[in-house]
C-alpha cells in the first residue's frame, strides 16, 4: 500500500498519525547494535480529517521532503484479519485472500485494497500449517491519505497500520524465543499484539478509549478494567490454544498517562504486567518531553512506524 520514492533521503524515517484532534510527528533513525535515535517530534492541532493548512505546516516544520515518509491509518479505515493460507501460487495470493475475504468484511470487497503478511508457523511440528494477516483498507480511506499528503507535497513511501507500529516497539522488549504481549489504548481504543520472533502472531481490538481510562470516574474505570481484564484472559486463553508453541512471558502495558490499570492488570491476570517507559528502549535525548507518560502515549504509535525496517533499493 504505497510507492517508493526516488530521490535520496535523509537517514531517518517520517512517521504521521491523523488523531480526533490533530496531527502527530516522529523522526527516528534505526541505528545498528544501538536504541534507535528520536531526532524529532511534533503535534499540530487539527480536527479530523486533518485540514490541509495544518499538515503543510507540519511537513514544513518538520521538512518532510527531506525524509522517506510513513504514515498510520486509523482503526476504522481498514481491517486485520488471520485466516488460512490458501494453496495458490505466490502471485495469485492476494486475489485468492480477497475471495476469501467477501463475505467477512463490513465493505465491499471491490473498495478494498488488500495486502498479505505471513504468520509463521511451529518449526517443530510435522506438518505445517500455513496461516497469514490480511490487511483490508478501503479505497477511499487509502486515496484520501495520498490525496492529502501529495497536496502537502509529503511523498509517501508506505502506509502502515497500528498492529505492525506496536509490534515495531515491542520487538525492542523480546526475549530471544519467548512471546511478549503489549496492550495500548488511544482516541480508537485498546489494541492488543503479540510477538515472537519480532513477527506478529495475535492481534485484538478492545472497546475501550485511552480517554475513559483517563478522564472517567473511580466507578467507570473500575467498569473497565473489569471489561479489559476479561478481553485479555479471553484473547490468551485463545492464543494459547492456537499457538501453543509459543510461551507468552509478561504483558507489557504501554505508556497511558493514567493510573489504576497497571495495578489491577497484575492482580488479576496470571503473568507478570510491566509499564513500558520508551525512554528505556529508544534515544530520546534529542526530545526530552517523551520522558514524560503522557507525551509518550501521544505519540506511541506514531514513533512505533517510525521504526519500521525495510531494504530500500538504491
Known amino acids: 500500500m504505497g510507492f517508493f520514492a526516488r ?9 504521521t498519525a491523523v488523531t480526533p484532534d490533530g496531527i502527530c510527528a516522529a523522526l527516528v533513525v534505526a541505528r ?20 490541509a493548512i495544518a499538515l503543510d505546516k507540519l511537513s514544513k516544520e518538520m521538512q518532510a521532503s527531506a525524509y522517506r515518509c510513513t504514515t498510520v491509518l486509523g482503526a476504522l479505515d481498514y481491517q486485520l484479519l488471520s485466516l488460512e493460507a490458501p494453496n495458490v501460487p505466490p502471485e495469485e495470493l492476494k486475489t485468492a485472500i480477497g475471495w476469501r475475504l467477501k463475505d467477512m468484511l463490513d465493505f465491499p470487497l471491490a473498495e478494498a485494497t488488500i495486502d498479505v503478511f505471513d504468520i509463521p ?13 490480511a490487511v483490508a483498507a478501503r479505497n477511499s480511506a487509502v486515496s484520501q491519505r495520498q490525496q492529502m499528503y501529495a497536496a502537502a507535497k509529503i511523498g509517501l513511501a508506505v502506509i502502515d497500520i497500528p498492529e505492525m507500529a506496536q509490534r515495531n516497539i515491542a520487538a525492542l522488549l ?25 513477527e506478529l502472531y ?14 472517567g470516574s473511580d466507578e467507570q474505570k473500575s467498569q473497565y478494567y473489569d471489561k479489559i481484564t476479561l478481553e485479555l484472559q479471553r484473547s490468551f486463553d485463545h492464543f494459547d490454544r492456537q499457538f501453543h508453541f509459543i510461551n507468552v512471558i509478561k504483558l507489557v502495558l504501554a505508556p497511558t498517562g493514567a493510573d489504576g490499570l497497571h495495578g489491577y492488570l497484575a492482580d488479576n491476570l496470571y503473568m507478570p504486567v510491566e509499564v513500558l517507559d520508551l525512554a528505556a528502549v529508544i534515544d530520546v535525548t534529542a526530545v526530552p518531553q517523551l520522558q514524560e ?19 530500500v533499493a538504491p
Do not use: H, Y
Open 7 to 15: 530521490a535520496k533521503k535523509r537517514a531517518g524515517l517520517l512517521a
Open 121 to 133: 508457523p511451529d518449526q517443530n511440528a510435522p506438518v505445517r500449517g500455513q496461516s497469514v494477516f
Open 293 to 311: 507518560a503522557a507525551c509518550q502515549a501521544r505519540f506511541f504509535l506514531t514513533l512505533g512506524a517510525a521504526m519500521r525496517v525495510e531494504t
Open 202 to 215: 495475535l492481534s485484538r481490538r478492545i472497546d475501550v478509549k485511552l480517554a475513559q481510562l483517563v478522564e
Open 174 to 198: 523480546e526475549t530471544p524465543g519467548r512471546g511478549l504481549a503489549m496492550l495500548s489504548f488511544d482516541a480508537d481504543g485498546g489494541l492488543l499484539t503479540v510477538n515472537f520472533n519480532t
Open 32 to 51: 545498528a547494535g544501538d536504541q534507535p535515535q528520536v531526532k524529532a517530534i511534533l503535534w499540530q492541532a487539527a480536527a479530523r480529517p486533518a485540514p
